[in-house]
């Protein structure tokens, strides 16, 4: 059974790149064909979809978002990361990487999510 | 965008009681949702997805259904495990998702 794990800083500046980590462990990153994607929800809020990338590496991104992040993929650490850059304090929230398959567009695997604060 | 609205938006119910919670899409989405269930401080949980199908695993005291504009999430008799905050999430306007607001169920 495939499981995730977020990792990274729990605490980001004003200005600077947020960066995070999904290890992917029960399974390997690059076989089969699921999209992995990030998503976020600020505390007490609802879910944002922040963006995806899939088994051959291409990528599809939040319009509202586009700007500032990154999703690439590491196959050789079986990981995926996230890069939002010029971070504010609406950034602070709760990050989870989840994967769905190609046909169902169902996030049905989670990590258990990791929080990063924007603050000085 | 295709914007979700969910309703209510809080609900308290008793242990046992049916419960309904509907998801209204901006424009026609087909079956393109899926439902979730979070608990307090834990990642969202697929309970159903393609508007009606239960994920493996779940209790069959959970069920959707609609297609369209308007869905519909039901759970049959209510227990305290339930407790949560459930969400939509449509998947018609690929590559975007989008999430309605959540709905938190509480027992009365």
Redo the contacts between chains.
């Keep these: 059974q495939v499981q995730l794990q977020e990792s990274g800083p729990g605490l980001v500046k004003p200005s600077q790149t947020l960066s995070l980590t999904c290890t992917v462990s029960g399974g390997s990153i690059s076989s089969g064909s699921y999209y992995w994607?990030w998503i976020r929800q600020p505390a007490g809020k609802?879910?944002?979809?922040i963006g995806?990338i899939y088994t051959s590496g291409s990528t599809?991104y939040?319009?509202s978002l586009k700007s500032r992040v990154t999703i690439s993929v590491d196959t050789s650490k079986n990981q995926f990361s996230l890069k939002l850059s010029s971070v504010t304090a609406a950034d602070t929230a709760v990050y989870?990487c989840?994967t769905a398959y190609e046909g169902?567009?169902?996030?049905?695997i989670?990590?258990?999510?990791t929080m990063v604060t924007v603050s000085s | 965008d295709i914007q979700m609205t969910q309703s209510p938006s809080s609900l308290s119910a008793s242990v046992g009681d049916r419960v309904t919670i509907t998801c209204q899409a901006s424009q026609d989405i087909s079956n393109?949702l899926?439902w979730?269930q979070q608990k307090p401080g834990?990642?969202?949980?697929?309970l159903i997805?393609?508007a009606s199908n239960l994920?493996t695993g779940v209790p069959s005291r959970f069920s959707g259904s609609g297609s369209g504009t308007d869905f519909t999430f039901t759970i049959s008799s209510l227990q305290p495990e339930d407790i949560a905050t459930y969400?939509c999430?449509q998947?018609d306007n690929?590559?975007?998702?989008?999430?309605?607001?959540?709905t938190k169920l509480e027992i009365k």
């Design positions: 994607s609802g879910l944002e979809w995806r599809n939040n319009p989870y989840a169902s567009n169902a996030f049905d989670w990590g258990q999510g | 393109y899926n979730y834990k990642a969202p949980k697929l997805y393609d994920e969400y999430q998947y690929l590559p975007l998702y989008t999430f309605g607001q959540g």
